[in-house]
């Protein structure tokens, strides 16, 4: 992928091309002059929203081939849609060019309504949807979330926050140790039981319903993959932090319904809730690197601020259980010779 962002006069192109398609288009009716940016995406994704004719809107995806392919965002929204869950409806598509029509499905999203008097209702639904999903999982509907995907994104810490972001690099030890740490997390990653993971299962992507309760965007990465994964993304999430009990209590609620709903969950809520503090590290250290690289490869300083807060995350689940304070000593190490000024713990 390139690391630039597309210089304008393309993206002005591809939105004369999108107005063009859109008034191409036999139905739904819509008045194509009405388009107007919706949101952008970490990626090179857009959205666009445009009014039809009935007093409805509708969202318009702009993923631009060779960088994306909305191939696999079509294949998951079925997949989805067919277990009950609110996801967009696909009202026409143009594969080629990666233009879509999508239902809208507004613009509130969990993290503008979270607060203390209605977070417990708003979890609760995802949570509930959350099951809904995994409790229809089949295993050859997506690609594995397997060993080598696992690593692949934790080397984005090494990689993109430890080189990058702080300017450092390992030695031989360092480098041993945070490998036998990775070894670790992959092994309790993979022996966990494995269903549908959207993978950004957030408070970004969680749209608030008044029916079917939340509507769920940006699913194209989908695989099939550890089961606390997407419980993991949802309570522990980068940009909103709750409190270690509430997120116990989710937790313990989430693996109560499981187990009723026939989810081969750990029986022993102590195991769960250590196979969510662990999957849960796996992906702190992939999301830091990965807003390091957000900054450092692509110019975007938005997710700069988030980062604080991930490695808090990170370090909260390292002090918390012996077998990671390696962990917990290299993260010390690095702190201690990262530079003071910067954004770094």
Do not use: C
């Amino acid at each position: 992928m390139s690391s630039h962002p597309q210089p304008d006069r393309a993206s002005d192109a591809r939105l004369q091309a999108i107005k063009t398609w859109l008034s191409s288009l036999a139905s739904p009716s819509l008045q194509v002059e009405s388009i107007r940016p919706a949101s952008a995406d970490a990626s090179f994704r857009r959205y666009f929203r445009v009014d039809g004719s009935n007093g409805s809107s509708y969202i318009v995806m702009d993923a631009p081939p060779p960088q994306e392919d909305v191939r696999p965002f079509l294949h998951v929204a079925k997949l989805f849609g067919e277990t009950g869950v609110s996801v967009p409806a696909i009202m026409a598509e143009d594969i080629d060019n990666g233009f879509l029509l999508l239902s809208d499905l507004g613009n509130t999203t969990y993290l503008q309504q979270l607060a203390p008097d209605t977070a417990h209702k708003l979890y609760m639904d995802a949570i509930d949807t959350l099951l809904l999903l995994q409790t229809q999982s089949r295993p050859d509907a997506l690609p594995e979330y397997d060993r080598a995907m696992l690593l692949r994104e934790m080397n984005l810490f090494p990689e993109w926050y430890i080189g990058k972001h702080l300017g450092l690099t390992l030695n031989e030890k360092q480098q041993a140790t945070l490998n036998s740490m990775f070894d670790l997390l992959l092994a309790n990653n993979l022996a966990q039981p494995q269903v549908y993971v959207h993978r950004d299962y957030h408070s970004r992507n969680l749209m608030v319903l008044s029916q079917g309760n939340p509507g769920i965007l940006d699913f194209q990465d989908a695989v099939f993959g550890p089961i606390t994964y997407d419980l993991a993304s949802l309570l522990r999430d980068a940009y909103i932090q709750w409190d270690e009990e509430l997120v116990l209590d989710w937790v313990i609620r989430y693996w109560e319904r499981a187990r009723r709903a026939g989810l081969p969950v750990d029986p022993d809520i102590d195991h769960f809730y250590r196979d969510f503090e662990f999957m849960g590290l796996q992906r702190h250290l992939k999301v830091l690197g990965i807003f390091a690289r957000l900054y450092h490869r692509d110019g975007k300083d938005g997710y700069l601020k988030d980062l604080p807060l991930v490695m808090e995350y990170t370090r909260k689940v390292v002090y918390r259980y012996k077998e990671l304070a390696p962990l917990s000593r290299l993260l010390d190490e690095l702190e201690n010779k990262a530079p003071a000024v910067g954004y770094t713990f």
